[in-house]
């Protein structure tokens, strides 16, 4: 008896090749416009499909955009900054990205900050000392700011 096949199917787009992140950014964005021309809804190729050689390297064209990109490396302490500035911003101290205008938004500046209190009671004994410390004057800090807008 034949089965029909339904469900899913998993496609590993993960980079492995040895080639420098300028070569990858430049060559993979402008190969992929060509061979995605056809299929304008889906900028991603599938596995295996042509333009998956060593500059290309199977990369899509928001993959290839990331290699270049200039943001700071992930970690505890951007994640913890990233929080901040959102905290400031609801706080009205920074103008929001979108529209340049200085907003208050109470509600969601203390929703950000007990996120940011959270985290520090959940991380607590697993940082390090320079972790702690930012978490810490950060939380401080922006509940002064807060009390002081509440008013």
Do not use: C
């Not at 060593?54 to 994640?79: C, H, L, M, V, Y």
Request: proline share 5%; charged share 30%.
């Amino acid at each position: 008896m034949a089965e029909e096949e339904k469900g899913f199917t998993v496609r590993d787009r993960r980079f492995f090749s040895e080639t420098s992140d300028e070569e990858k950014a430049g060559t993979a964005s402008e190969e992929q416009k060509t061979k995605d021309a056809p299929e304008p809804e889906s900028p991603q190729p599938e596995a295996g499909a042509a333009g998956t050689g060593p500059k290309a390297g199977g990369r899509s064209e928001a993959g290839a955009a990331d290699a270049g990109s200039t943001f700071p490396q992930i970690d505890f302490s951007t994640f913890v900054f990233s929080l901040n500035s959102s905290a400031l911003v609801h706080l009205g101290v920074l103008e929001e990205p979108g529209t340049g205008q200085k907003i208050k938004n109470l509600p969601l500046a203390k929703q950000t900050i007990d996120l940011l209190g959270m985290l520090e009671e959940k991380t607590r004994g697993n940082l390090t000392k320079d972790e702690e410390n930012l978490l810490k004057s950060m939380l401080h800090d922006l509940r002064l700011m807060y009390v002081k807008e509440k008013k």
